[in-house]
């Protein structure tokens, strides 16, 4: 994990379907029980400090993970709110809500500022933000897209010191395996493969930009495997990371032992910020 939602899929994507994943029998189903891994200093600060994230259906995933994750550890007990006006929520809470359009990014980081000017940039708190695999297109310009992203955040960090925002990178995909690639290559179509290489270059971007920030690795958790080794696709002798096929069912959003791993990636990055660390 660094400290610091394009292709839809229509079908679900065998194991058997990636081309390079892992290796070996890496591919183990990631354990959905258990405890959070949260030490007790790290509840504290959870339950000490507001948290906005703002979403789409992904991000509905995690937020599940995160519901299951105190269903499993009673010492983990949030305060979750869906609101748009975060700052309308009394005391420490996570508040979290959908915000723009899929497919239109800006949209969303529109949306994102809009909430922070309504309060709670002023008030301060923690606040998180988050782009789809499907805002991410054969179209997209990636360079644009961070631009944008850059523009607004940095902003936003200007205009409320007591802000503290989380930057999270795009989410992957499962890819297709080498035989439709090599058809669809045939044929002119851009595949799967070719939206997640797009994908990890605008989170590359967000990376080498935002080091040293608080950063959660949305992709990087959903490539890694169990044995920790990553979930990987070949794009024009390049490997590019991609969704580990046993952390979904639809080849985009996460099944329960991927929004619970997630969910509790998420809390930890959460946690370390709130500690001031």
């Given at each position: 994990m660094i400290w610091q939602e394009g292709i839809e899929p229509t079908a679900t994507q065998a194991v058997s379907d990636v081309e390079v994943c892992c290796g070996g029998d890496a591919l183990k189903p990631i354990e959905t029980a258990g405890p959070t891994c949260l030490a007790a200093q790290d509840l504290a600060h959870l339950e000490n400090?507001?948290?906005f994230f703002g979403h789409q259906s992904v991000g509905d995933d995690i937020v599940h993970g995160i519901r299951?994750?105190?269903a499993s550890d009673p010492r983990l007990k949030l305060h979750i709110v869906e609101s748009a006006d975060p700052q309308q929520v009394p005391g420490p809470a996570f508040v979290e809500t959908h915000i723009g359009r899929n497919g239109d990014p800006q949209s969303k980081a529109e949306a994102f500022r809009t909430i922070m000017d309504r309060g709670m940039g002023k008030e301060g708190g923690i606040a998180l933000y988050k782009y789809c695999y499907v805002d991410v297109g054969p179209a997209t310009d990636i360079q644009k897209m961070f631009d944008e992203y850059r523009h607004?955040?940095?902003?936003?960090?200007?205009?409320?010191p007591l802000l503290r925002i989380v930057h999270v990178t795009i989410p992957l995909t499962t890819v297709e395996p080498a035989i439709k690639v090599w058809v669809k290559s045939a044929l002119g179509r851009v595949t799967a493969r070719?939206?997640?290489r797009k994908r990890d270059a605008y989170n590359q971007l967000l990376a080498q930009a935002y080091c040293g920030e608080p950063i959660f690795d949305l992709a990087e958790i959903e490539s890694t495997c169990r044995d920790g080794l990553r979930s990987e696709s070949s794009v024009s002798r390049r490997q590019v990371p991609a969704l580990n096929p046993k952390l979904t069912t639809d080849g985009g959003h996460l099944n329960e032992s991927g929004r619970r791993t997630a969910a509790r990636h998420l809390l930890l990055v959460l946690a370390k910020l709130g500690a001031g660390t």
């Amino acid at each position: 994990m660094i400290w610091q939602e394009g292709i839809e899929p229509t079908a679900t994507q065998a194991v058997s379907d990636v081309e390079v994943c892992c290796g070996g029998d890496a591919l183990k189903p990631i354990e959905t029980a258990g405890p959070t891994c949260l030490a007790a200093q790290d509840l504290a600060h959870l339950e000490n400090q507001k948290v906005f994230f703002g979403h789409q259906s992904v991000g509905d995933d995690i937020v599940h993970g995160i519901r299951d994750l105190m269903a499993s550890d009673p010492r983990l007990k949030l305060h979750i709110v869906e609101s748009a006006d975060p700052q309308q929520v009394p005391g420490p809470a996570f508040v979290e809500t959908h915000i723009g359009r899929n497919g239109d990014p800006q949209s969303k980081a529109e949306a994102f500022r809009t909430i922070m000017d309504r309060g709670m940039g002023k008030e301060g708190g923690i606040a998180l933000y988050k782009y789809c695999y499907v805002d991410v297109g054969p179209a997209t310009d990636i360079q644009k897209m961070f631009d944008e992203y850059r523009h607004g955040v940095d902003s936003l960090k200007l205009k409320y010191p007591l802000l503290r925002i989380v930057h999270v990178t795009i989410p992957l995909t499962t890819v297709e395996p080498a035989i439709k690639v090599w058809v669809k290559s045939a044929l002119g179509r851009v595949t799967a493969r070719d939206i997640n290489r797009k994908r990890d270059a605008y989170n590359q971007l967000l990376a080498q930009a935002y080091c040293g920030e608080p950063i959660f690795d949305l992709a990087e958790i959903e490539s890694t495997c169990r044995d920790g080794l990553r979930s990987e696709s070949s794009v024009s002798r390049r490997q590019v990371p991609a969704l580990n096929p046993k952390l979904t069912t639809d080849g985009g959003h996460l099944n329960e032992s991927g929004r619970r791993t997630a969910a509790r990636h998420l809390l930890l990055v959460l946690a370390k910020l709130g500690a001031g660390t």
